[in-house]
T-cell receptor
Framework: AQKITQTQPGMFVQEKEAVTLDCTYDTSDQSYGLFWYKQPSSGEMIFLIY??????QNATEGRYSLNFQKARKSANLVISASQLGDSAMYFC??????????????FGSGTQLTVLP | DTEVTQTPKHLVMGMTNKKSLKCEQH?????MYWYKQKAKKPPELMFVYSYEKLSINESVPSRFSPECPNSSLLNLHLHALQPEDSALYLC???????????????????FGPGTRLTVL
């Protein structure tokens, strides 16, 4: 079974508008973390935002916010005021439990966002 | 700007060659990771080093050989690769992890820019 599901393979948004990228997850752990990464065509994975399972408030980082709905197991990324430079692949990822002394990330399949001028 | 660097940026090699990928981080992290990523797919974990010891090997073929000489450096030695090994190889680093007082630590993985490997 998929642990991280991103149902939108591709999304388009007009410049300066807001966009929501969907992510649902599946875990039986009480302690877990959720991450969003951006990957432009250059290849580098850029960390955007983190939400811990015990965090009561939604995470925000500049134009990025995470709409965390724990009961629904969703962690959607909201990008406000889209810019042309936001065009990239976006990955949702989860870290759960412990494995050895370093934690493993599980990635979703990604959403390709294109910002239109 | 990323504090995880990778060299080389691009690498083309034949199936009989031996080459190495290098990763360096200056973030004081004690966990380092190698991922393989094919086009339009998410990264796949290959190896994890924690405190310079190999802690996870995701059943990677022996033609890939990782090495962690110190807490800042991570190498991936390549030998007798196949064309299907052509991919983007990403290095990442993080704090090693652990749950403290029931609250998960933010063990964010920070990635380098990657090495684009082509095997002919």
């Amino acid at each position: 079974a998929q642990k991280i599901t991103q149902t939108q393979p591709g999304m388009f948004v007009q410049e300066k508008e807001a966009v929501t990228l969907d992510c649902t997850y599946d875990t039986s752990d009480q302690s877990y973390g959720l991450f969003w990464y951006k990957q432009p065509s250059s290849g580098e994975m850029i960390f955007l935002i983190y939400q811990g399972s015990y965090d009561e408030q939604n995470a925000t980082e500049g134009r990025y916010s995470l709409n965390f709905q724990k009961a629904r197991k969703s962690a959607n990324l909201v990008i406000s005021a889209s810019q042309l430079g936001d065009s990239a692949m976006y990955f949702c990822a989860m870290r759960e439990g412990l494995r050895g002394s370093a934690r493993q990330l599980t990635f979703g399949s990604g959403t390709q966002l294109t910002v239109l001028p | 700007d990323t504090e995880v660097t990778q060299t080389p940026k691009h690498l083309v090699m034949g199936m009989t060659n031996k080459k190495s990928l290098k990763c360096e981080q200056h973030m004081g992290h004690r966990a380092m990771y190698w991922y393989k990523q094919k086009a339009k797919k998410p990264p796949e974990l290959m190896f994890v080093y924690s405190y310079e010891k190999l802690s996870i090997n995701e059943s990677v073929p022996s033609r890939f050989s990782p090495e962690c000489p110190n807490s800042s450096l991570l190498n991936l030695h390549l030998h007798a690769l196949q064309p299907e090994d052509s991919a983007l190889y990403l290095c990442a680093s993080s704090h090693p992890g652990g749950v403290a007082s029931g609250t998960p630590r933010t063990d964010t993985q920070y990635f380098g820019p990657g090495t684009r490997l082509t095997v002919l």
